[in-house]
């Protein structure tokens, strides 16, 4: 299963490479991962989504929440949150029935056309992990030429 983990960190050289090597180090893997400032401009907030089972994912946000950088360490997964990945991706459309058909899958899925070119259609689409990969899924038959995933970024929400 995979999990999300956010952790909160300083905002300073160095401390991205070191965390990313704690958890490699170890022999776990890193599925994605994205870092980004916060408000605080001190302050920056890591999303790693990592395979595992519950040990692992333990073993995971205890080693990170030993170190001097990091300021919370937190797993999303089992938590109310928000979840969304961004993908650019750039199909091959050859005559007006493919592109048609692209457009069509595209609509379905609630993407958005970003660019148009004589020979090519460029999608954007921001949803949660599964859906971006169906929508991938959707896509493959009609040759995508180039294609950029953002890995997931979570917050949380409050229960309902």
Do not use: W
Request: glycine share 4%; charged share 20%; aromatic share 2%.
């Amino acid at each position: 299963m995979k999990h999300i983990i956010n952790c909160l960190v300083e905002n300073q050289p160095g401390v991205l490479a070191r965390i990313v090597g704690l958890i490699s180090g170890r022999g776990y893997n890193i599925d994605t991962l994205n870092v980004g400032p916060t408000a605080d401009p001190t302050v920056s907030k890591m999303t790693i989504v990592a395979p595992g089972d519950a040990k692992v994912i333990d073993q995971i946000t205890q080693q990170l929440s030993k170190q001097v950088d990091v300021i919370e360490v937190v797993e999303m997964t089992n938590k109310p949150h928000l979840e969304r990945e961004i993908v650019l991706v750039r199909v091959e459309t050859k005559d007006n029935a493919q592109r048609a058909e692209v457009l069509d899958i595209a609509s379905t899925f609630n993407a958005q056309v970003v660019d148009i070119q004589k020979d090519s259609v460029s999608l954007q689409l921001a949803s949660n992990q599964n859906a971006v990969s169906e929508f991938l899924k959707a896509m493959q038959p009609h040759h995508i030429i180039d294609l950029s995933r953002s890995g997931v970024i979570a917050v949380g929400r409050e229960s309902l």
